[in-house]
């Protein structure tokens, strides 16, 4: 058996869906795991739709989830590799065009002249009599003379191909053995259009005919056009590559997973702080199981494991507390250093979006790793967590500044005393998390107040908010004159609420 050939063929038409990444991801595992090849191939025919922006989110973000092809495009708008290049659809027309011309010497397709109008009158006309649409076969036997008669009308034809009655099956490498009847095909279908473009069936069979596929793997939403293509590559002469058809990609709720409905783009949870790490093992588990309980999985421990027996045919439920436990999971098991340069970034992003002040240096952050790593569900979240430390200024919500068992007046007590505590013990008190807890709990438990109640007004006085990694880590990092500014700007805050009510 020659090695296998797969492929994923993209279409520029919009940025990198989960539902791509994850074909992508499933061919290039199956590629790894059988010693074949990836191939891409952009299907850039749809010129109204495609841009060279959507292309190069789509190669930039499988590249960052780790996905690389052995032949196709090596970039945007550049250059390809591989022998059977090109692995731009568009520039192998003149392929399809050949296909097309061999079908109609061989007639396996006819010249098909019928306007848009008359086939909008027989899909009405279907309709009114509760048939599935097909089309009526009007060009299909037309005489040598009736042809010459509508190309003297200037008439431009469209290319047709013809559907024998019959049964057309496959063995799918995913769903077991599948039948179609020809008769639920639609009839005769269209594989040129009069303009001379190739419909999508004609050029993508065309295409994974002549550049050798061995298995197409893809979205069970594709599985009603494989019986055509099925006929495509018989009429072909070309051996018929095996089919696995994945299982969708669902909503919770088992709706199918759109574009209005989810979050579908990989680029927006790269954005969100997900790790390339976490996505592809999530993605890899929409559909197929290590049939252990095994679920942190890296991209090499996955190509290693791969197969398509243990692909499920029923729907992948999408669970995004699933990605986001997973993504917590890898961000727990980076190193500090890498952690540390993945998080920047976010941060600088937080800063250009007025979110923090100022971007800490790595040296900064450095102390910081072991309070935050176990508490990150994303990169992003870091300036949640701990942004507090990079603003001039935190904005205190009085309302929140009050703990709920207190009120105005004994938080106003509580800070005071907290703020003493801080600044004025008799021996001084090396900022440090572990010698500033026990005075604290002290002076709580001497005025009868929860440790908890105190602790959160301070906690909210110098972060502004109450979630927090530990207060006392939190008051070492921000240094011991910030806590005192920031509890005496709280304290005053809290006054005026209290003067204005
Ligand atoms: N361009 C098609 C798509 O993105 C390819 C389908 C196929 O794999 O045959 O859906």
């Known amino acids: 058996m020659p090695a296998p050939r797969v492929r994923i063929a993209p279409s520029p038409t919009g940025p990198l869906h989960i539902g791509t990444a994850r074909t992508a991801l499933f061919n290039y595992l199956y590629a790894r795991r059988t010693g074949g090849t990836f191939v891409l191939r952009l299907e850039d025919t749809d010129l109204a739709r495609n ?25 945007a708008g550049g250059e390809d590799h591989g022998p059977y290049a090109p692995y731009r659809q568009m520039q192998r027309t003149a392929d399809h065009v050949a296909a097309a011309k061999d079908l109609l010497a061989r007639d396996l ?34 005489t040598p003379e009736e042809r010459s008669e509508r190309e003297a009308a200037a008439k ?39 303009d001379g473009s190739p419909l999508y069936h004609f050029a993508v069979v065309v295409d994974d005919a002549s550049m050798e596929m061995t298995h197409i793997i893809r979205g069970e939403d594709h599985i009603s056009n494989t019986p055509k293509h099925i006929l495509l590559f018989e009429a072909l002469g070309h051996e018929i590559p095996k089919f696995a058809h994945l299982p969708l990609i669902l909503n919770p709720d088992r709706t199918k997973m759109s574009k209005r409905k989810s979050q579908t783009a990989v680029a927006d949870y790269r954005a969100q702080g997900f790790l390339p790490e976490a996505l592809v093992n999530f993605l890899s588990l929409l559909g197929w199981s290590t049939g252990t309980e095994e679920e942190i999985l890296s991209l090499d421990d996955i190509a290693g494991r791969f197969d398509l027996e243990h692909v499920q045919k029923g729907g992948a439920i999408f669970d995004k507390d699933r990605l986001e436990w997973l993504n917590g999971q890898w961000i727990r098991k980076l190193e500090p250093e890498d952690l540390i340069e993945r998080l920047l970034p976010f941060l600088e992003a937080d800063h250009q979006a007025g979110r923090i002040d100022r971007v800490p240096t790595a040296e900064e952050l450095r102390p910081l790793i072991p309070i935050i790593q176990e508490r990150l569900p994303t990169l992003a979240s870091a300036g949640d967590l701990v942004g507090f430390l990079w603003q001039d200024k935190v904005t205190v919500d009085p309302a929140v500044l009050v703990p709920k068992r207190w009120d105005a007046a004994t938080t106003l007590a509580g800070l005071r005393a907290a703020r003493e505590t801080i600044s004025s013990s008799t021996a001084p008190i090396d900022f440090e998390a572990d010698e500033l807890e026990p005075p604290m709990r002290a002076l709580a438990e001497a005025r009868g107040w929860k440790a908890g109640d105190l602790f959160m007004a301070v906690r909210v006085a110098v972060t502004g908010r109450t979630a927090t990694p530990p207060l006392f880590d939190s008051l070492v990092a921000l240094g011991r004159d910030r806590v005192l500014a920031r509890i005496d700007a709280a304290i005053d805050t809290l006054e005026r609420s209290e003067d204005a009510a």
Request: with cysteine; aromatic share 10%.
């Open 51 to 75: 841009t060279i922006a959507f292309e190069e989110d789509i190669l930039e973000n499988l590249h960052w989830l780790g996905i690389g092809w052995d032949e196709g495009p090596d970039s």
């Open 156 to 194: 431009r034809p469209a290319v047709r191909f013809r559907v024998e009655q019959g049964v057309v099956g496959w063995h799918d490498l995913v769903r077991g053995d599948v039948e179609f009847d020809t008769a639920n095909i639609g009839g005769d279908f269209l594989i040129v259009r009069s």
């Open 109 to 142: 397709a006819y010249p098909c002249y019928c306007t848009p109008e008359e086939l909008d009158a027989d899909r009405k006309a279907q309709e009114a009599a509760h048939e599935a649409p097909h089309y009526v076969g009007r060009c299909a036997n037309l």
